[in-house]
């Protein structure tokens, strides 16, 4: 008897030892996975090539030109504008406010929101959003969600975002009322994801996806604009390094566009390592022979457009939705405004898209350095011409607006 309960323990400790164990290899797996990106299945995929291309804007755009001016208060600079029936909503800070309106025209009408710790005040606005008759705004450092209508436009309501999400980087509205945030950095030792929707009404996260890699976090913190974006009924979503864009769709994340892995994509074994610190990792990027930064991910109608490095270059990237093609520029020939060829980096900086509309933004130092070269003036635009004789160094950014082929 005493032998048959000494084998019945050791055989019992052996299996709890391999019980461990595999809880081990398996929590190992689960970290390996955490930092690998997952493969995005979708029925289209394209793929990323830096060429020495020049592309020429009537090749994309139609003829037709609209210019903004926003006049009676100065803005540091126009990150962001959005258009609603007869009013313009523009991001930009000033000593009034981080957004605000304007009419068709140009001429400014209020903020939305002031600088301040008050009940129609915040300090600091990360991200906008329309929809339907209202604005809405991620504040606070991505702790606060406020609703402004556009109808009294007057602040509606705001509510704080819940903890496991703080704190948020991006948002989007969801259908029915409910909100899908973007959490880039990690606060928490516990688990935490990328994306996160959120029931307010009910108070409660109703689905979590991607698992947020921790340590990468701290060191791919690029500056991105609208990762979370929608089109029509769908709300997609694409950052830095991400393989493809998805969509939320019945509850669920599925492939909308894949991006094909080439030469030119930059491998797991490099983009994730312990060592890196957020300079070292920029000094990778820039030595390396992958496209890095790819960002600034705007869809509309016909064209998704964004923009990455190769090595210490900057590219175009047009998707034709139309033929579902895929082509990078480093150099644009503007034949329809300023009439000069430039590298992509220092032309008009695009600021968002509204359907078929795409809007960039043209500085006075731009425009002026232009104008002081030979030949200035030259088969430019007559109306950005007349405008750069009424500007100056404090003069807002002019919004030029162009309309899809």
Not at 53 to 61: A, E, G, K
Not at 112 to 119: A, K, V, Y
Not at 253 to 273: A, C, H, M, R, S
């Amino acid at each position: 008897m005493t032998l048959s309960y000494t084998f019945i323990f050791f055989e019992i400790m052996r299996i709890l030892v391999e019980i461990i164990l595999l809880v081990v290899l398996l929590t190992g797996c689960s970290r390996q996975q955490s930092v690998v990106r997952d493969n995005i299945k979708a029925n289209i995929h394209v793929s990323f090539i830096p060429r020495e291309d020049t592309v020429s804007l009537s090749s994309i755009y139609g003829r037709k030109v609209d210019i903004l001016t926003l006049d009676s208060i100065v803005l540091a600079s126009v990150s962001k504008v959005l258009r609603y029936d007869s009013l313009w909503i523009v991001k930009g800070k000033s000593a009034e406010g981080g957004v605000h309106l304007f009419s068709n025209k140009g001429h400014y009408l209020k903020p939305l929101l002031r600088w301040g710790q008050g009940p129609a005040e915040v300090f600091d606005i990360w991200a906008m959003k329309l929809y339907q008759d209202a604005v809405y705004l991620l504040a606070n450092a991505g702790t606060e969600v406020i609703k402004y209508s556009l109808l009294s436009q007057e602040l509606e309501w705001r509510f704080k975002v819940p903890d496991e999400v703080l704190s948020a980087t991006d948002f989007e509205l969801l259908s029915d009322g409910k909100f899908v945030f973007l959490k880039s950095v990690a606060r928490k030792p516990e688990k935490e994801y990328k994306l996160y929707v959120y029931n307010d009404q009910k108070r409660q996260i109703e689905g979590c996806f991607l698992e947020l890699n921790k340590k990468a976090g701290d060191y791919i913190s690029f500056f991105q604009t609208d990762c979370l974006y929608r089109m029509g009924d769908k709300i997609r979503y694409y950052e830095v390094f991400r393989n493809g864009i998805c969509q939320l769709v019945n509850g669920d994340l599925e492939g909308y566009i894949g991006f094909v892995n080439n030469k030119y994509t930059f491998p797991e074994d490099e983009l994730y390592q312990d060592s890196y610190t957020f300079e070292t990792f920029i000094e990778t990027c820039e030595n390396s022979n992958y496209i890095w930064g790819h960002r600034n991910l705007y869809e509309g109608n016909r064209f998704i457009s964004s923009s990455y490095n190769y090595r210490n270059d900057m590219y175009w990237n047009l998707i034709d939705k139309f033929s579902n093609n895929s082509h990078s520029y480093k150099w644009v020939r503007d034949d329809l405004i300023l009439n000069e060829t430039s590298l992509v980096e220092e032309y008009l900086s695009m600021t968002n898209v509204q359907g078929d509309c795409h809007y960039f933004t043209l500085s006075y130092y731009n425009l002026d350095r232009l104008m002081q070269q030979e030949d200035a003036g030259k088969d430019i635009m007559p109306n950005i011409a007349h405008l750069y004789k009424t500007m100056d160094d404090g003069s807002n950014d002019l919004v030029v607006c162009l309309y899809e082929k």
